[in-house]
C-alpha cells in the first residue's frame, strides 16, 4: 500500500488527499497468510509529517482453538499513524529522523509505505482465540470426535460431587 506524497509534502498543513485501496498485505501468525484488505486512507499534510487515517477490513484464516477446522476471522481496522519524512521535498535536504526510533518513515522518493502500519494493526486485531462459530462444541476430550458432527459413543464419565456445582454453569 504505497502512496506517492512528494506533491502533498509541498503543499500546506492540512492539505490531504483520500485514497480507496483493496491490496493483499503478508500477516504473520502461526503460517504467514496473505490478507487482502479494503477500505478507505486519508493522508493530511501536519507541519512536520503526514497523518494517516486508515479504516480497512479484511478475512483472515485461522483454526478453531475448539475443533481443529478451518475458521474465517474477519478483522476490522482503524489506523492512525504519523510517517515523517526523510528528505525536505522542496530543498532536497536530508531531515533529522524524529525523536522515536521506531517512528514510520517516508522513503528518500517521498513513497508512503503504510504496509508495516497494516501488518501490524492485523496482528493486535487477531482474536486472542480462533473460532469457527461462538456455540462451537470443540472435540470429545475421550475420542477426540468433532462433537459438532454428533455426540460420540463414549461412555459418560461419573461426575465428583464436589465439581458438581460446576458442572451447571453454562459454558460461554
Known sequence: MLFNVSQLLRETT????????DEG?????ETVQVIRFSGSVLLLRTPRSILV??????????TCARCLQP????????????FFPTI???TGVHLAPPEE???????????LDITEAVRQAA?????MQVLCRPDCLGLCPQCGADRNLGTCRCPAEPIDERWAALRRLEIS
Open 14 to 21: 492540512g492539505s490531504t488527499r483520500r485514497y480507496t485501496v
Open 25 to 29: 498485505v503478508d500477516v504473520p501468525g
Open 53 to 62: 487515517e486508515a479504516h480497512l477490513s479484511g478475512n483472515g484464516t485461522g
Open 71 to 82: 475458521a474465517l476471522v474477519p478483522l476490522e481496522l482503524t489506523i492512525e499513524e504519523e
Open 88 to 90: 525536505d521535498p522542496v
Open 101 to 111: 526510533p521506531d517512528a514510520f518513515r517516508i522513503d528518500e522518493h517521498h513513497h
Open 123 to 127: 496482528v493486535l486485531a487477531e482474536p
